[in-house]
């Protein structure tokens, strides 16, 4: 079974720049996730997919942040801009029950 | 509203136990253990539902004390491979709100 797809893998821009990523979650699993990982800290929940219909963006600065998961499956976070504290590791996750997730390998972003 | 873990960081030899604890301030649903190597992606290991649940398989085993909102990780004569970060992720009763836990620095050496 294939796991979680992320991509890209790594993103070097500079402060004021947009961004995008991509993640393609386990076939059938209906809960997806973004998390932001700070190097040293666990990872923070930004947003939280049932289906195509969030269910919680309490933690997604709105402002600048935005997700959208069309059909159901894949799903897009964008930053716009970019600041310097963007910097992290952002991870995508499925799961099937809504308990356990399955992490794709994560995207480290570098903000310059 | 972050579970805090303690230790934040432990070194072991070959072999050795170790215990780690994770404790919420709020009231808890469900607590989930997961473990993650250096530049990878958190692997999950065990989610505990019931109060006074203990689970386990192989050296790795947790339980879950849900009158103090607390949950250990027992890790029994441990192997190379144990090293990485660990993290306890709660589940309130509330809401779907799930909160990952501070993290501890397991390192097993020879």
């Known amino acids: 079974e294939a796991g979680v797809a992320q991509s890209p893998r790594y993103k070097i821009i500079e402060k004021r720049q947009s961004v995008a990523f991509w993640c393609n979650p386990i076939s059938g699993h209906a809960t997806l996730y973004w998390y932001q990982q700070i190097l040293g800290q666990g990872p923070k929940l930004l947003i939280q997919f049932q289906n195509n219909g969030v269910v919680d963006d309490s933690q997604l600065p709105k402002d600048r942040f935005s997700a959208e998961r069309l059909k159901g499956v894949d799903s897009t976070l964008k930053i716009q801009p970019a600041k310097l504290e963007d910097s992290a590791v952002y991870l995508c996750?499925?799961?099937?029950?809504?308990?356990?997730?399955?992490f794709g390998p994560g995207t480290r972003l570098t903000v310059l | 509203q972050q579970p805090v873990q303690s230790p934040q960081a432990v070194i072991l030899r070959e072999g050795e136990d170790a215990v780690i604890n994770c404790s919420s301030s709020?009231?808890?649903?469900?607590v989930h253990w997961y473990r993650q190597k250096h530049g990878e992606a958190p692997v999950f290991l065990m989610i505990?539902?019931?109060?006074?649940e203990q689970k386990g398989h192989d050296k790795i085993s947790a339980s879950f004390n849900e009158k103090k909102q607390q949950s250990s990780l027992y890790l029994t004569a441990s192997q190379l491979s144990y090293s990485g970060t660990y993290f306890c992720g709660t589940e309130g009763r509330t809401g779907n709100q799930f909160y990952f836990g501070t993290g501890t620095s397991l390192t097993v050496i020879p």
């Open positions: 709020k009231a808890l649903y469900s």
């Open positions: 505990l539902l019931k109060g006074g």
């Open positions: 996750a499925s799961s099937l029950s809504g308990r356990d997730k399955f």
